[in-house]
């Protein structure tokens, strides 16, 4: 499904910042019930807001909130994500506590899962046992012919491959499901980590040799060379995968296909087996995002030896499970992924470990507790109001456009009354109370979560959409607009302070969350998300004149970013940055 989020955007970038920054004791203001909305103590009047409003509104601030060591960054995402952690975290002790919680209810859940991520000992001393069965899948591959199938068993478990089929929305027909095929199986962020020249490139390489094999070491399983071997792998993977800014055009990545003519192509790939072993019911058709890749990976099962692809599917299970194992794996991971790929110095608490864990597979049921203590329903009708407001303003903004003719004016004035929206949390909740969790089989819990959601994902096969659906959990501080559902979603995790709170002035809530919702509202226009009409179809609705100047001035803007040099050396992709930058 097409989404943009906030997630690592400044947003209104100034604006945003300068009201919306909070001090450390303003952190604490954020757990009662009459938050600081500005604190003009942030500010430093010593610059002038015309040449440095950056440094003017906030520059205090800065002086007195450096980076910390367990983080990457520290802005007002990080503030309010500190804020809500301490929220979630007295809701999950309180929940530990709950002796008598009923099997199969969100409290019973939440604190067997959180128990058994506590658990550290008991897992340690499972060691590799709970994940043995994985192993011998792979090892049961004996031959090409036999990967496809098993390639199907592993995904519901969550180890990934180098085939990524999925149910998602039908782009062109947003009423009904899709599934689609998509590239995969890298394991670093993107291809140019594998492809690129540059100097850093080349020693992420290096650390992500050294890496794979201190896990393997640490697995007690393969030999000294393996690390190399898997990034030779996954370098021919980065080869055929698409390059990011291809992977954003719309129309570049709705292909379909009746599936047997599709899966007919093949020598070497059996898509039916696959699906077959992965659970799939039948269905007829499917878009395949990156054509190309496909037969890519086709090439590659004919090319690379069996046992090669037996030792990365072994990678893949280390890597998808190893950090729960015990605390050498999980450090081991940390070193890599978060001090060499992100510049994070420190690990979080046990603690905050823990509840990230807890929060990252039981999102929903624990936003449930979450909303019930910290988004009042006045909450919602105010933000609804907001939404509204800003509405009008856009469609003041599209009806003064000089450079759009009428008739284009009509139907983007269509598809802004159609837009949609969700506030808070959904309005029906996900029914769990049939998984089964027990507090002392952690690697087994993260199977059961797992296997529950892929059933989920697969119920949707055949079955017309639910718009009712979130696609964030209710306690995320981001926000998101989607293409196929023409809808702006507000999660409660970001309608919180500094963003918002129904307390504060209007200017600090139009400036705060009056920001984010702006955001969203212009990813329904911008170079991608205008080419979906009011239904949420990817459909052409405008003149190829005002479609020609549209993109005349969005390739000035994609000069203007691409002179932005961030580094010595390197300048901001334009193109790829454009739908934000809009």
């Known amino acids: 499904m097409k989404k943009h989020s906030l997630k690592s955007v400044l947003l209104a970038g100034v604006a945003l910042l300068a009201f919306s920054q909070c001090t450390k004791d303003q952190k604490e ?45 520290w802005m007002s995402f990080n503030i309010l994500g500190e804020a809500n952690k301490a929220k979630l975290q007295i809701i999950l002790d309180e929940t530990a506590e709950k002796k008598d919680a009923v099997k199969g209810s969100s409290a019973q859940i939440i604190r067997d899962y959180y128990l058994s991520v506590l658990d550290t000992n008991g897992t340690a001393e499972l060691g590799m046992q709970p994940i043995h069965h994985l192993f011998d899948l792979i090892n049961s591959i004996q031959k090409t012919e036999d990967m496809s199938g098993i390639l199907g068993k592993l995904k519901p478990l969550g180890v990934g491959g ?28 993107d291809r140019d980590y594998y492809l690129g020249a540059d100097d850093k490139m ?32 996954e370098t021919k993977i980065a080869e055929i995968c698409w390059p990011k800014q291809e992977l954003r055009v719309a129309e570049k990545t709705y292909n379909k296909f009746q599936l047997e003519d599709w899966v007919s192509g093949f020598e070497n790939l059996d898509i039916m087996a696959y699906l077959n072993g992965a659970g799939f019911p039948e269905f007829t058709e499917i878009n395949v995002s990156q054509p190309s890749f496909y037969e890519g990976i086709d090439q590659m099962f004919a090319d690379v030896a069996v046992e090669e692809w037996k030792h990365w599917l072994r990678w893949k299970t280390i890597q998808s499970y190893g950090s729960g194992i015990n605390a050498d794996f999980e450090k081991e991971s940390f070193g890599f992924w978060s001090t060499t790929l992100r510049g994070v110095q420190k690990m979080k608490s046990r603690q905050e470990r823990a509840l990230r864990r807890v929060n990252g597979a039981l999102g929903e049921p624990l936003g449930k507790l979450f909303v019930e203590k910290h988004f009042p329903e006045e909450s919602k009708a105010y933000v609804s109001e907001m939404i509204e407001n800003l509405r009008s303003a856009y469609r003041e903004s599209i009806q003064n456009l000089e450079w759009m003719g009428d008739s284009t004016k009509e139907k983007a004035l269509k598809k802004l009354a159609s837009f949609t929206y969700k506030i808070g949390y959904p309005d029906k909740w996900e029914d769990y109370s049939s998984l089964d969790i027990n507090p002392d089989t952690y690697i087994a819990n993260i199977m059961s979560i797992r296997i529950f959601k892929y059933k989920l994902m697969l119920e949707k096969i055949n079955e017309p959409v639910d718009k009712t659906d979130w696609h964030m959990s209710p306690q995320t501080i981001n926000a998101y607009y989607s293409s196929v559902g023409n809808e702006v979603v507000f999660p409660a995790g970001i309608l ?13 809530n139009y ?11 212009t990813h329904g226009f911008d170079d991608q998300g205008s080419k979906y009409d009011w239904n949420g179809n990817l459909n052409n609705w405008w003149t190829d004149e005002d479609r020609a100047r549209f993109d005349s001035l969005s390739a000035k803007l994609v000069d203007q970013y691409n002179a932005v ?7 901001i992709n334009g193109k790829m940055t454009l739908g934000e930058n809009i």
């Open 162 to 189: 180098p085939i990524g089929i999925h149910v998602g929305v039908d782009r062109k027909n947003s009423n009904t499901h899709l599934t689609s095929a998509s590239q995969t199986g890298m394991s670093l962020p």
């Open 202 to 233: 080349v020693n992420f390489r290096e650390k992500y040799v050294e890496h794979v094999n201190a896990m393997f070491e640490i697995a007690e399983m393969g030999d000294s060379n393996m690390g190399q071997r898997i990034l030779q792998l």
């Open 29 to 73: 203001e954020t757990m009662t019930d009459q938050p600081v909305a500005f604190d003009v103590n942030d500010m430093d009047s010593s610059h002038k807001p015309c040449e440095n409003f950056y440094a003017y509104s906030i520059g205090n601030w800065q002086k007195e909130n450096p980076v910390p060591s367990t983080e990457s960054r």
């Open 565 to 571: 040099e961030v580094l010595p050396g390197k300048f």
């Open 496 to 508: 919180q302070p500094p963003f918002f709170h129904s307390s504060f002035d209007d200017a600090i």
């Open 511 to 521: 400036g705060g969350i009056g920001a984010v919702i702006g955001h969203e509202f």
